[in-house]
C-alpha cells in the first residue's frame, strides 16, 4: 500500500511544480511560498480531523516533536529555494537538479537509518545521479545563445540538499505519529518560517497587487501539495526512505510532461536520455524494494 501512496506523492508533486510556476510568474517567490503553506495548513488540519489523530497530540514524545519540528524546518529552507529557482530558471532544468535530493536521501538512509545498501541499490543511485547530470546539462546551441544568470542553479542544489535532510528527518519525526498528525505540524513549522521571511523582507504588502489568476494558481498549487505531502508522509511511515523518496523524484516525468506542453520548454536529446536514466534507476530501486 505504501507504494501507492508514494506514487501519488509523485503525481501531485508534478502537478505542484507547474501550478507554482504558473502561479508565481508576477509575484515574489517567498510571499508565494507563504501564501500556498495557508492552503496546505488548512488541507492537512482537515485530514487530522477527518481521520480524528488530533486526539493523540498529547501522547507525542519529546523526540517525535523535536524531529517534526527539524524537517518542517528544513522543508521551509527547501521551499524557499525550489520556488525562487523555479522563478528564475526553467522548469526542466530546476527540477532535474532538485530531484537530484535522491542520491543524498538514500546515502543518508543507509548511514543513519540503518537502511541495507545493495549492489542494485548503488547501481540505481549511479544511474539516477547520471540521469540528473544529463539533463541539467546545456547544449552548445543554449551555451551560445545566452549567458544566463547560474542562481537557480545554487537554489536548486539547497532545494535539494534541505529535501533531503526533510526525508530523513520526517522519517525519524513519524515512527510514532499518524501520517496526517505529522504533516500538519510540520506544515505549522514551514508556515511561521514562511511569514517570518515575508516581513524580514517587507514583501507582505504585494498582497493587495496579486492578480486573479495568481491567485488562483497558488491556491491551487497549495493544494496540490498538501495532497502530494499527505501521500508522501503516509508512504514514508511505512515504506523505506531510500524507496519511498525515488519514487516521489518520478513527479519530474509528469512536470517535464506538463512544461513541454503547457510552457513550451524545449527538451534536449540528451536531457531525454537523461530523463530515461532517471526513470530506469528510481523503477531498479523500486523492483528491489
Known amino acids: 500500500m505504501w507504494i501507492a501512496f508514494a506514487f501519488g506523492a509523485a503525481l501531485f508533486a508534478g502537478i505542484t511544480s507547474i501550478l507554482a510556476k504558473v502561479g508565481i510568474r508576477n509575484v515574489d517567490s517567498n510571499l508565494a511560498t507563504a501564501l500556498r503553506t495557508w492552503v496546505v495548513l488548512f488541507f492537512s488540519w482537515l485530514m487530522v480531523f477527518v481521520v480524528g489523530s488530533q486526539g493523540t497530540i498529547a501522547n507525542l514524545s519529546g523526540k517525535s516533536l523535536l524531529f517534526l519540528v527539524l524537517s518542517g524546518l528544513t522543508t521551509g529552507a527547501s521551499w524557499i529555494c525550489y520556488f525562487r529557482a ?128 495568481s491567485w488562483l494558481f497558488i491556491i491551487l498549487s497549495g493544494l496540490a501539495t498538501g495532497l502530494s505531502w499527505l501521500c508522501f508522509y503516509r508512504a514514508l511511515q511505512d515504506g523505506p526512505a531510500s524507496v519511498v523518496v525515488p519514487i516521489d523524484k518520478l513527479s519530474i516525468l509528469i512536470t517535464v510532461l506538463f512544461a513541454l506542453a503547457f510552457l513550451k520548454e524545449k527538451l534536449s536529446l540528451k536531457s531525454t536520455a537523461g530523463l530515461v536514466l532517471l526513470t530506469a534507476g528510481t523503477l531498479l530501486l523500486l523492483l528491489k524494494g
Open 86 to 213: 523555479l522563478q528564475l530558471g526553467d522548469v526542466n532544468k530546476v527540477v532535474p537538479v532538485d530531484k537530484s535530493s535522491n542520491v543524498l536521501t538514500m546515502m543518508l538512509a543507509f548511514i543513519f537509518l540503518g537502511e541495507r545498501l545493495t549492489w542494485v541499490n548503488a547501481i540505481g543511485m549511479v544511474v539516477i545521479a547520471v540521469g540528473t547530470y544529463m539533463m541539467i546539462q546545456k547544449s552548445k546551441s543554449e551555451k551560445a545563445a545566452s549567458a544566463v544568470s547560474k542562481s537557480w542553479l545554487v537554489y536548486a542544489c539547497l532545494s535539494a540538499l534541505f529535501a533531503a535532510l526533510t526525508s530523513i528527518l520526517g522519517k525519524i519525526g513519524i515512527e510514532d505519529v499518524e501520517s496526517n498528525l505529522g504533516t500538519a505540524i510540520r506544515t505549522v513549522v514551514v508556515l511561521i518560517m514562511a511569514w517570518m521571511i515575508v516581513f524580514i523582507q517587507k514583501k507582505q504588502g504585494e498582497v493587495k497587487g496579486i492578480d486573479r489568476k
